[in-house]
Protein backbone atom coordinates (compact mmCIF):
# COMPACT_ATOMS: atom_id res chain seq x y z
CA UNK A 1 0.00 0.00 0.00
CA UNK A 2 3.09 2.53 0.68
CA UNK A 3 5.68 1.14 -1.43
CA UNK A 4 6.23 -2.25 -3.52
CA UNK A 5 9.34 -3.90 -2.77
CA UNK A 6 11.67 -0.73 -2.62
CA UNK A 7 9.70 1.62 -5.04
CA UNK A 8 7.21 3.69 -3.47
CA UNK A 9 3.66 3.80 -4.30
CA UNK A 10 2.77 7.35 -5.86
CA UNK A 11 0.48 9.67 -3.77
CA UNK A 12 1.08 7.56 -0.67
CA UNK A 13 3.18 9.76 1.53
CA UNK A 14 1.35 12.71 0.52
CA UNK A 15 -2.12 10.82 1.18
CA UNK A 16 -1.02 9.63 4.69
CA UNK A 17 0.41 13.09 5.48
CA UNK A 18 -2.68 15.03 4.40
CA UNK A 19 -5.22 12.39 6.29
CA UNK A 20 -2.12 12.94 9.63
CA UNK A 21 -3.33 16.77 9.13
CA UNK A 22 -7.10 15.82 9.39
CA UNK A 23 -6.59 14.30 12.37
CA UNK A 24 -6.51 10.77 11.41
CA UNK A 25 -4.49 8.05 13.61
CA UNK A 26 -2.50 5.33 11.74
CA UNK A 27 -1.11 1.76 12.62
CA UNK A 28 0.56 0.07 9.99
CA UNK A 29 -0.18 -3.51 9.79
CA UNK A 30 2.43 -5.79 7.85
CA UNK A 31 2.33 -9.85 7.21
CA UNK A 32 5.77 -9.49 6.43
CA UNK A 33 7.38 -11.36 9.38
CA UNK A 34 11.37 -10.84 8.35
CA UNK A 35 11.06 -7.08 9.59
CA UNK A 36 10.79 -5.57 13.33
CA UNK A 37 8.65 -2.83 13.77
CA UNK A 38 11.57 -0.81 14.22
CA UNK A 39 12.91 -1.81 10.45
CA UNK A 40 9.73 -1.22 9.06
CA UNK A 41 9.47 2.23 10.33
CA UNK A 42 12.87 2.63 8.96
CA UNK A 43 11.70 1.19 5.08
CA UNK A 44 8.48 3.66 5.17
CA UNK A 45 10.87 7.26 6.17
CA UNK A 46 13.15 6.10 2.96
CA UNK A 47 9.61 6.51 0.90
CA UNK A 48 9.06 10.10 2.77
CA UNK A 49 6.54 8.42 5.41
CA UNK A 50 7.00 9.54 8.99
CA UNK A 51 5.60 6.87 11.69
CA UNK A 52 6.89 5.60 15.26
CA UNK A 53 7.70 1.88 16.22
CA UNK A 54 4.37 1.91 18.10
CA UNK A 55 2.68 2.53 14.93
CA UNK A 56 3.23 -0.44 13.31
CA UNK A 57 2.29 -4.16 14.02
CA UNK A 58 3.32 -6.89 12.75
CA UNK A 59 2.29 -10.16 11.61
CA UNK A 60 5.20 -11.69 13.76
CA UNK A 61 3.67 -9.77 16.92
CA UNK A 62 0.60 -11.37 16.23
CA UNK A 63 1.72 -15.05 15.68
CA UNK A 64 4.46 -14.38 18.62
CA UNK A 65 1.07 -13.01 20.91
CA UNK A 66 -1.07 -16.32 19.86
CA UNK A 67 1.73 -18.48 20.96
CA UNK A 68 2.11 -17.34 24.08
CA UNK A 69 -1.40 -17.25 24.57
CA UNK A 70 -1.23 -21.12 24.59
CA UNK A 71 2.16 -21.97 26.31
CA UNK A 72 3.98 -20.54 29.29
CA UNK A 73 6.13 -17.69 29.10
CA UNK A 74 9.73 -19.10 28.87
CA UNK A 75 8.70 -22.09 26.36
CA UNK A 76 10.58 -22.75 23.92
CA UNK A 77 10.12 -22.14 19.92
CA UNK A 78 11.49 -23.36 16.84
CA UNK A 79 11.33 -20.20 14.92
CA UNK A 80 10.96 -20.32 10.48
CA UNK A 81 11.93 -16.58 9.56
CA UNK A 82 13.98 -13.67 9.77
CA UNK A 83 15.02 -11.40 12.53
CA UNK A 84 11.61 -9.66 13.16
CA UNK A 85 10.26 -13.19 14.03
CA UNK A 86 12.53 -13.82 16.59
CA UNK A 87 12.67 -10.16 17.89
CA UNK A 88 9.02 -10.61 18.41
CA UNK A 89 8.91 -14.23 19.62
CA UNK A 90 11.60 -13.08 22.34
CA UNK A 91 9.78 -9.64 23.12
CA UNK A 92 6.79 -11.99 24.31
CA UNK A 93 9.11 -13.95 26.67
CA UNK A 94 9.50 -16.88 24.93
CA UNK A 95 13.22 -19.09 23.89
CA UNK A 96 13.94 -19.21 20.77
CA UNK A 97 15.11 -22.13 19.20
CA UNK A 98 16.54 -23.21 15.93
CA UNK A 99 16.19 -27.34 15.67
CA UNK A 100 14.08 -29.78 16.73
CA UNK A 101 16.77 -31.55 18.81
CA UNK A 102 15.75 -28.33 21.07
CA UNK A 103 12.26 -30.36 21.95
CA UNK A 104 10.30 -27.12 21.04
CA UNK A 105 6.90 -26.82 21.99
CA UNK A 106 5.56 -25.04 19.47
CA UNK A 107 6.88 -23.91 15.53
CA UNK A 108 6.56 -20.57 14.37
CA UNK A 109 6.96 -19.99 10.70
CA UNK A 110 7.40 -16.46 8.79
CA UNK A 111 8.53 -15.42 5.62
CA UNK A 112 11.80 -14.57 5.29
CA UNK A 113 14.25 -13.95 2.12
CA UNK A 114 16.72 -16.85 3.68
CA UNK A 115 14.37 -19.50 5.21
CA UNK A 116 15.61 -22.61 3.51
CA UNK A 117 15.62 -26.54 3.44
CA UNK A 118 17.37 -27.26 6.84
CA UNK A 119 15.30 -24.87 8.51
CA UNK A 120 12.01 -26.53 6.96
CA UNK A 121 13.33 -29.98 8.08
CA UNK A 122 13.83 -28.91 11.93
CA UNK A 123 10.52 -27.24 11.60
CA UNK A 124 9.04 -30.91 9.87
CA UNK A 125 10.72 -32.74 12.81
CA UNK A 126 9.28 -30.77 15.38
CA UNK A 127 5.80 -30.80 14.23
CA UNK A 128 6.07 -34.40 13.69
CA UNK A 129 7.04 -34.85 17.12
CA UNK A 130 4.26 -33.39 18.93
CA UNK A 131 5.17 -29.46 18.61
CA UNK A 132 2.02 -27.06 17.88
CA UNK A 133 2.41 -25.19 14.23
CA UNK A 134 1.66 -21.43 14.01
CA UNK A 135 2.40 -19.62 11.03
CA UNK A 136 2.51 -15.49 11.12
CA UNK A 137 0.65 -15.07 7.45
CA UNK A 138 -0.71 -17.31 4.98
CA UNK A 139 -0.29 -15.31 1.55
CA UNK A 140 0.52 -17.08 -0.94
CA UNK A 141 2.55 -14.15 -2.84
CA UNK A 142 4.30 -11.39 -1.58
CA UNK A 143 4.56 -8.15 -4.13
CA UNK A 144 7.71 -7.39 -5.40
CA UNK A 145 9.63 -4.70 -7.25
CA UNK A 146 10.00 -7.20 -10.22
CA UNK A 147 6.37 -8.76 -9.38
CA UNK A 148 5.14 -11.67 -7.54
CA UNK A 149 7.08 -13.87 -5.25
CA UNK A 150 6.33 -16.86 -3.15
CA UNK A 151 5.23 -15.46 -0.27
CA UNK A 152 4.82 -17.02 3.62
CA UNK A 153 1.78 -19.18 2.82
CA UNK A 154 3.65 -20.81 -0.69
CA UNK A 155 6.51 -21.57 2.17
CA UNK A 156 4.05 -22.66 4.53
CA UNK A 157 2.73 -25.33 1.81
CA UNK A 158 5.75 -27.38 1.77
CA UNK A 159 5.56 -27.81 6.28
CA UNK A 160 2.15 -28.36 5.92
CA UNK A 161 2.95 -31.47 2.91
CA UNK A 162 5.66 -33.18 4.79
CA UNK A 163 3.97 -33.07 7.87
CA UNK A 164 0.01 -32.82 7.59
CA UNK A 165 -0.52 -30.34 10.24
CA UNK A 166 -2.60 -27.49 9.54
CA UNK A 167 -1.07 -24.04 11.08
CA UNK A 168 -3.00 -21.46 12.87
CA UNK A 169 -2.33 -18.56 11.09
CA UNK A 170 -2.18 -15.58 13.17
CA UNK A 171 -1.84 -12.32 10.39
CA UNK A 172 -4.29 -10.55 7.72
CA UNK A 173 -6.92 -11.57 6.84
CA UNK A 174 -7.30 -12.80 10.34
CA UNK A 175 -9.50 -10.61 12.82
CA UNK A 176 -7.61 -10.72 16.07
CA UNK A 177 -4.39 -8.82 13.97
CA UNK A 178 -7.23 -5.41 13.03
CA UNK A 179 -8.85 -5.47 16.71
CA UNK A 180 -5.17 -5.84 18.14
CA UNK A 181 -4.18 -2.63 15.49
CA UNK A 182 -7.68 -0.59 15.97
CA UNK A 183 -6.99 -1.09 20.54
CA UNK A 184 -3.43 0.11 20.11
CA UNK A 185 -4.21 3.52 17.73
CA UNK A 186 -7.20 3.80 20.21
CA UNK A 187 -9.24 3.78 17.61
CA UNK A 188 -13.06 5.14 18.08
CA UNK A 189 -14.31 4.44 14.31
CA UNK A 190 -11.35 1.95 12.60
CA UNK A 191 -11.18 2.16 8.74
CA UNK A 192 -9.40 -0.75 7.11
CA UNK A 193 -6.89 0.69 3.97
CA UNK A 194 -5.32 -1.73 2.11
CA UNK A 195 -4.71 -2.60 -2.01
CA UNK A 196 -5.38 -6.92 -1.68
CA UNK A 197 -8.87 -8.21 -1.12
CA UNK A 198 -8.17 -11.60 0.00
CA UNK A 199 -6.11 -9.91 3.06
CA UNK A 200 -6.96 -6.18 4.08
CA UNK A 201 -10.46 -6.37 2.63
CA UNK A 202 -10.78 -10.25 3.59
CA UNK A 203 -10.09 -9.45 7.06
CA UNK A 204 -12.04 -5.60 7.10
CA UNK A 205 -14.82 -8.23 6.64
CA UNK A 206 -13.57 -10.21 9.00
CA UNK A 207 -13.23 -8.44 11.58
CA UNK A 208 -16.47 -6.14 11.08
CA UNK A 209 -14.69 -3.06 10.16
CA UNK A 210 -15.13 -0.71 6.87
CA UNK A 211 -12.68 -1.22 4.63
CA UNK A 212 -10.93 0.93 1.75
CA UNK A 213 -9.44 -0.41 -1.24
CA UNK A 214 -7.23 1.93 -2.67
CA UNK A 215 -5.70 0.34 -6.62
CA UNK A 216 -2.07 0.82 -6.36
CA UNK A 217 -1.01 -2.25 -5.48
CA UNK A 218 -1.93 -5.84 -5.70
CA UNK A 219 -5.60 -5.90 -7.15
CA UNK A 220 -6.79 -4.31 -9.64
CA UNK A 221 -10.69 -3.03 -11.15
CA UNK A 222 -11.44 -5.89 -12.74
CA UNK A 223 -10.31 -7.94 -9.20
CA UNK A 224 -12.66 -5.08 -7.50
CA UNK A 225 -15.34 -6.24 -9.90
CA UNK A 226 -14.76 -10.00 -9.41
CA UNK A 227 -14.61 -9.84 -5.92
CA UNK A 228 -16.20 -11.95 -3.53
CA UNK A 229 -18.38 -10.92 -0.79
CA UNK A 230 -16.42 -11.55 1.95
CA UNK A 231 -13.70 -10.04 0.73
CA UNK A 232 -15.45 -6.53 -1.10
CA UNK A 233 -14.26 -3.18 0.82
CA UNK A 234 -17.01 -0.98 1.30
CA UNK A 235 -15.36 2.54 -0.09
CA UNK A 236 -12.36 2.80 -3.31
CA UNK A 237 -9.93 5.08 -3.78
CA UNK A 238 -7.63 5.66 -6.42
CA UNK A 239 -4.93 5.90 -4.16
CA UNK A 240 -4.52 6.77 -0.60
CA UNK A 241 -5.32 10.33 -1.26
CA UNK A 242 -8.87 9.06 -1.16
CA UNK A 243 -8.49 9.16 3.16
CA UNK A 244 -8.93 12.66 2.33
CA UNK A 245 -11.50 13.05 0.04
CA UNK A 246 -15.52 12.76 0.24
CA UNK A 247 -17.08 9.41 -1.43
CA UNK A 248 -20.26 9.85 -3.53
CA UNK A 249 -22.76 6.43 -2.61
CA UNK A 250 -23.91 4.18 -5.25
CA UNK A 251 -27.92 4.89 -5.99
CA UNK A 252 -30.06 2.69 -7.52
CA UNK A 253 -31.80 4.14 -11.21
CA UNK A 254 -34.06 0.75 -12.24
CA UNK A 255 -31.00 -1.46 -14.06
CA UNK A 256 -28.33 1.30 -13.28
CA UNK A 257 -26.38 2.48 -10.88
CA UNK A 258 -25.34 5.70 -10.42
CA UNK A 259 -21.85 6.80 -8.98
CA UNK A 260 -21.00 10.71 -9.25
CA UNK A 261 -21.36 11.05 -13.27
CA UNK A 262 -21.03 7.31 -13.70
CA UNK A 263 -23.84 4.65 -15.07
CA UNK A 264 -23.17 1.10 -14.65
CA UNK A 265 -25.20 -2.15 -15.34
CA UNK A 266 -25.14 -5.50 -16.48
CA UNK A 267 -27.09 -6.91 -19.24
CA UNK A 268 -27.14 -10.00 -21.37
CA UNK A 269 -24.45 -11.01 -19.18
CA UNK A 270 -22.38 -7.82 -19.99
CA UNK A 271 -21.09 -4.54 -17.85
CA UNK A 272 -21.62 -1.56 -19.08
CA UNK A 273 -20.32 1.83 -18.55
CA UNK A 274 -20.99 5.51 -19.52
CA UNK A 275 -20.02 9.12 -18.37
CA UNK A 276 -18.58 10.20 -14.97
CA UNK A 277 -14.88 10.15 -13.76
CA UNK A 278 -12.10 6.68 -14.15
CA UNK A 279 -12.55 5.81 -10.00
CA UNK A 280 -16.31 6.46 -10.21
CA UNK A 281 -16.87 4.27 -13.04
CA UNK A 282 -15.11 1.88 -10.96
CA UNK A 283 -17.30 2.29 -8.10
CA UNK A 284 -20.14 1.90 -10.24
CA UNK A 285 -19.39 -1.82 -12.34
CA UNK A 286 -18.37 -2.98 -9.24
CA UNK A 287 -21.82 -2.02 -7.73
CA UNK A 288 -23.27 -3.27 -10.92
CA UNK A 289 -20.97 -6.61 -11.19
CA UNK A 290 -21.77 -7.42 -7.66
CA UNK A 291 -25.45 -7.34 -8.08
CA UNK A 292 -25.81 -9.39 -10.42
CA UNK A 293 -23.55 -11.92 -8.75
CA UNK A 294 -25.52 -12.12 -5.88
CA UNK A 295 -28.62 -12.72 -7.93
CA UNK A 296 -26.73 -15.89 -9.53
CA UNK A 297 -25.90 -14.46 -12.41
CA UNK A 298 -22.23 -13.38 -12.21
CA UNK A 299 -20.01 -11.30 -15.30
CA UNK A 300 -17.14 -13.04 -16.34
CA UNK A 301 -13.65 -11.18 -17.08
CA UNK A 302 -13.98 -11.12 -20.45
CA UNK A 303 -17.25 -9.40 -20.00
CA UNK A 304 -16.01 -6.50 -18.36
CA UNK A 305 -15.72 -3.13 -19.63
CA UNK A 306 -12.05 -1.95 -20.59
CA UNK A 307 -11.77 0.75 -16.93
CA UNK A 308 -8.54 1.43 -18.68
CA UNK A 309 -6.29 2.81 -15.41
CA UNK A 310 -5.03 5.61 -18.32
CA UNK A 311 -7.51 8.18 -16.70
CA UNK A 312 -10.66 9.88 -18.17
CA UNK A 313 -11.14 7.04 -20.74
CA UNK A 314 -13.68 6.15 -20.99
CA UNK A 315 -14.88 2.78 -22.05
CA UNK A 316 -18.70 0.81 -21.99
CA UNK A 317 -19.54 -2.64 -22.38
CA UNK A 318 -20.14 -5.15 -25.64
Known sequence: MAFKGTRPIPHAAEGIARARALGLRFCFLTNNASRSPSAVVAHLATVGIAAADNEVFTASQAGAAMVVRDFAVGSRVLVVG???????????????????????????????????????????????????????????????????????????????????????????????IFWAAAKRAGAKAPLVVGDRLDTDLAGARASELPGLMVLTGVNTAHDL????????????????????????????????????????????????????????????????????????????????????PERGIHCSGS
Open 82 to 176: GPGLIEAVEAEGLEAVFSAEDKPVAVIQGWGPDVAWPILAEATYAINAGAAFYATNLDKTLPTERGFAPGNGSMVAAVRSATGAEPKSAGKPEPG
Open 225 to 308: ALALPNERPTYVGEDLRALGEAQPGPIGEGEWWRVGDARARVANGAAEVTGGTWIDQVRAVATAAWEAADAGTPVSRSALPALD
